[in-house]
């Protein structure tokens, strides 16, 4: 009697480790992804549209606080991370006139300078200004494609808010079109209560679903619900849904640091 049950609990213990996790479900990423892709923090949208890269992206960098090689560093990793999932060229330039994304590490007190000068008008964006720690924007064209990002970190504010990374990490995968932030997505660098500083497996999935060929810029709520059985079809085909612990951690900057 003892035998059989503790061979009952290896085959209980063994069948819960194979166990899908909540996030891997279908029904939590499509409902995930809504939140993320489609809605907006600090701008009300009526009718919500996907918006996504869809040409080379050329980075370029400024630092006039902090270690500059450091935040390069970490920048140019968690660039090469987001090109891994997402499929998009994402390059360095020297030349400001050749970007059309920005990554600015300045001070608190010149804030509101650089978003003048890379962003616009700091009274247009000032609920963001006032509650975000750092910030991150985007335009895009009439076909709901992003042109041009910036983001713009405080790097004394955000260290002493212990953030720095977090910054790096959120900002800029949000400019790739995931640009809300929802404490019901969880695990998640867009879940404001969640200790993740680092993509989670269920980032990964939400980043290969925004560049799925099933998807295009511009689909609303609904054209996206009937479309996302297709997207769900293609990551369960290249396993990414039942990987993506393991693939997330590829090219990883958390991996990369050793953390």
Not at 240 to 256: F, G, P, S, T
Request: hydrophobic share 40%.
């Amino acid at each position: 009697m003892t035998r059989f049950s503790f061979c009952l609990l290896i085959i209980l213990i063994t069948s819960q480790s194979f166990a899908e996790e909540p996030w891997q479900s279908d029904q939590y990423i499509q409902a995930s992804f809504i939140k993320i892709a489609l809605e907006r923090e600090y701008k009300e949208t009526k009718h919500p549209k996907i918006v996504r890269w869809n040409q080379p992206i050329t980075l370029f960098f400024e630092s006039e606080s902090g270690d500059t090689n450091l935040q390069k560093e970490l920048l140019s990793v968690h660039a090469k991370h987001l090109s891994y999932i997402t499929g998009l060229s994402i390059k360095f330039t020297d030349d400001p006139k050749k970007a059309n994304m920005f990554a600015i590490f300045t001070t608190y007190k010149n804030m509101e300078n650089k978003v003048q000068q890379y962003i616009g008008d700091p009274e247009k964006i000032r609920a963001a200004l006032d509650e975000a720690i750092c910030l991150g924007t985007f335009s895009r064209n009439s076909r709901y494609e992003i042109v041009k990002g910036s983001i713009i970190i405080p790097v004394d504010y955000a260290r002493e808010k212990a953030r720095l990374l977090d910054c790096v990490v959120e900002e800029i995968t949000q400019l790739l079109g995931l640009p809300n932030d929802s404490n019901d997505v969880f695990p998640s660098i867009f879940n404001d209560i969640s200790i993740d500083t680092y993509l989670s497996p269920l980032d990964y999935i939400l980043l290969k679903a925004l560049y799925s060929q099933n998807l295009k810029p511009g689909m609303d709520v609904a054209q996206t619900k009937a479309a996302f059985p297709n997207v769900l079809k293609e990551l369960h085909t290249k396993r990414d849904i039942e990987n993506a612990v393991k693939r997330v951690q590829k090219h990883n900057l958390k991996v990369y640091l050793g953390d």
